[in-house]
C-alpha cells in the first residue's frame, strides 16, 4: 500500500481560508449598522430567487425554521398529516411536530430517496402535505409526486436543504413544491459561517404572510397583525452567502467530476460495494456521496485508521428513533431503510478532493476487501 494520505471529511477551513471578499462585504454591512433585515439580507433575497427562477425568497435563521414557516404558512396544525421519508435528518420531522402534525413514514428505493410507489397508500382524509426530501443532494422524482400530490388535493413542500444547485432534468430543487425550504448550514452545498435558511415560493399570498411571520407579525414597528416568531437571517450571513452563490456552480460541478470518477472506480468492486443509480437528467448536490458496502462498521474503522474521514447519515432511521415510539412503528416496518442504514457509508469527494485523494481512497476500499 501506498503511503497514507489525509481525506478530510469537512472542506470548511480550505472554503474559508480566504475570507477577503467576505471581509470587505461585512466593512460595508458593519458600516451601515443594517443588522436586522435590512438591505443585504434583501439583495441576497433577491439573487438566491433569481438563481432558482422563483418569485420570492424569505431568508431565515436555519432550514429548520425554515420547514416550520413553509408548513405554518399552509395552516398545518394538530390532527393533520404529513407524509415524509423515515431516512431524513431529524429536522424534516422535527418541523411536522413541532406545527402539532403527525408524521407518516414512507421507506425509501435504491437512490435512498422516498419511495414513490408507496406514497398512494399513505395518504388519507388527513393528509394534509407530502414533504419529499432531497436527501444527500439527489433528487426524487419530483415531477411524479407532483401529480400525486395534485390527484389528491394535497400540497409539496420540499425539504431541499441539501439540495442547492441539483437539477432534475433541468428543474431546481425548490420549484417544484408550493413552498421549499433550504439550508445553508455549513456542510451545504451553499454554505454560511453558522446557520442560515430560506424559503421560496411563487404564491403572493404565502409570500406575504411568512414575511410577517418570520419577524413576529409585525406590519409596522408598532402593529401586529398576528403573533410571529422571530425566524430572520443574520445579515452577517446573507453577506457570507452572497459570496457563496458566485461559486456555488463551479462547486457542484467539480463535486459531479469527483463522483463520476469515483462511481466509476467503485463500480469494479461490485461484489461488496453497490454505487445507486444514477439516472439521466439528474444532477445532485453531493452533499453526501453514499455508496452501500459489507462490513459497513468494520471498514469504515479501517478507514479511519488510514487517515480517510468516513461518516454514516445515520445509522438508524427515523420510525426506529425513541422519539418516534409514541406513532407505533417497529422494526421491519421500513426494511430498504433499515437495510441502508446498516450499511451506506458517506465518503468524501467535495470540491477539495483531489483525483490522488480518490485513488487513495479505492486503493485502501479494494485492499480491505482483498
Ligand atoms: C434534509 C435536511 N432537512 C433539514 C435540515 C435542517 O437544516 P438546519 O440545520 O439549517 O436547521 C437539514 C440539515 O441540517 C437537512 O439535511
Redesign the pocket.
Known amino acids: 500500500m501506498t503511503e497514507k494520505i489525509k481525506v478530510p471529511y469537512n472542506y470548511l477551513p480550505f472554503e474559508f481560508s480566504n475570507t477577503k471578499d467576505i471581509f470587505k462585504a461585512w466593512k460595508k454591512l458593519i458600516l451601515s449598522t443594517d443588522f436586522t433585515l435590512g438591505k443585504f439580507m434583501e439583495n441576497f433575497e433577491k439573487q438566491f430567487s433569481k438563481y432558482l427562477g422563483v418569485k420570492y425568497c424569505i431568508g431565515t435563521n436555519?432550514?429548520?425554521d425554515a420547514?416550520i414557516l413553509s408548513l405554518k404558512s399552509l395552516g398545518i396544525k394538530n390532527g393533520d398529516e404529513v407524509i415524509t421519508v423515515t431516512n431524513?435528518?431529524y429536522?424534516?420531522v422535527g418541523a411536522i411536530v413541532s406545527c402539532g402534525a403527525r408524521p407518516i413514514f414512507i421507506d425509501c428505493d435504491s437512490r435512498y430517496q422516498i419511495d414513490i410507489d408507496q406514497i398512494e397508500k399513505k395518504i388519507s382524509n388527513k393528509t394534509k402535505a407530502i414533504i419529499p426530501?432531497h436527501?444527500g443532494g439527489a433528487s426524487p422524482n419530483m415531477f411524479k409526486i407532483v401529480k400525486i400530490a395534485k390527484k389528491y388535493n394535497i400540497h409539496v413542500v420540499e425539504?431541499a436543504?441539501?439540495g442547492i444547485g441539483a437539477k432534475i432534468k433541468n428543474k431546481k430543487p425548490g420549484t417544484f413544491g408550493i413552498v421549499n425550504a433550504f439550508?445553508m448550514?455549513p456542510l451545504?452545498s451553499l454554505n454560511v459561517m453558522g446557520?442560515g435558511?430560506m424559503v421560496v415560493t411563487n404564491n403572493y399570498k404565502l409570500y406575504n404572510w411568512m414575511k410577517k411571520y418570520r419577524n413576529h407579525g409585525m406590519i409596522n414597528r408598532d402593529n401586529i397583525e398576528f403573533y410571529g416568531e422571530n425566524f430572520r437571517l443574520q445579515p452577517l450571513q446573507a453577506v457570507v452567502a452572497s459570496n457563496q452563490l458566485k461559486k456555488l456552480d463551479q462547486v457542484i460541478n467539480k463535486r459531479n467530476i469527483n463522483a463520476k470518477y469515483f462511481d466509476s472506480l467503485l463500480s469494479s468492486l461490485e461484489n461488496n460495494v453497490s454505487v445507486p443509480p444514477r439516472p439521466k437528467g439528474y444532477i445532485e448536490t453531493f452533499a453526501l456521496y453514499m455508496v452501500l458496502v459489507k462490513d459497513r462498521n468494520k471498514l469504515l474503522k479501517y478507514l479511519s485508521n488510514l487517515n480517510i474521514e468516513a461518516k454514516i447519515h445515520y445509522p438508524k432511521p427515523l420510525h426506529l428513533q425513541s422519539a418516534s415510539l409514541k406513532y407505533g412503528y417497529k422494526k421491519n416496518d421500513f426494511p430498504i431503510a433499515e437495510y441502508q442504514a446498516k450499511h451506506l457509508i458517506t465518503l468524501p469527494i467535495h470540491q477539495f478532493i483531489s483525483k490522488k485523494q480518490i485513488n487513495y481512497m479505492f486503493e485502501c476500499i479494494k485492499k480491505f476487501y482483498q
Open positions: 436555519n432550514g429548520t420547514l431524513t435528518f429536522a424534516t426530501v436527501w425539504d436543504c441539501m439550508s448550514h451545504k446557520d435558511g
